[in-house]
């Protein structure tokens, strides 16, 4: 008998997560929960999880400083956050910290589960990196998850990097953005999700690889198409 997926869900409103709990057993996953910041920060950090539903708004403590802690103990732990708020910024503050998906609420459970299995997926296939790649003005170094440029070290999340290599590994034609959803984050082809997660990884990635994010060389926008990566011999 295979073993169940375990989920942890961190959630400080009862009922969203006790329905999040039936859902995830209606599914056939093993499910822990905490309802406080330091409660879910805890069990993140001492059990094993295939994945962690996070939300931001926690008490004792929010669910960006919950995913950085979770992140520098474990950079391969797969993290959704869950989140009210749905600006660009406050969305990019948790993918910055290097969460895999988001989910604005309300959502829904079609999109939540389309997520989950697509995060799942991705995690226990894994992606190929480029073992370098060298771009205008910066050098990437892809096990380290780091950049190197003449004003010094930039860090990137291991989502970024995935990407960049990707698209490093297809030089020759724009990658559009289902592409990128299907190979980077796992998600099944043709599948109808709402989600800016590339969106916001572009302009994450093009503040951090690009010397004018508003006028980019590395990382291009081929209009109709996609995007494509131009890397330096």
Known sequence: MSKKIQILVVEDEQAIREGLIDVLVFHQYGVDSAATGPEGLEKALTGKFDLILLDIMLPGMDGYEICDRIRTADR????????????DEEIIQGLKLGADDYVGKPFSIQQLILRIEAVLRRSQAGLELARSIALDGIELDTENLTGTRSSGEVAFTKREMEVLSYLAQHTDRPISREELLVKVWGYAKNLDIETRTVDIHIAKIRRKIETDPKEPKNLVTVRGAGYR???RA
């Open 229 to 231: 990566l131009v890397t």
């Open 76 to 87: 391969d732990q797969p993290v959704i956050m869950l989140t009210a708020k749905t600006s």
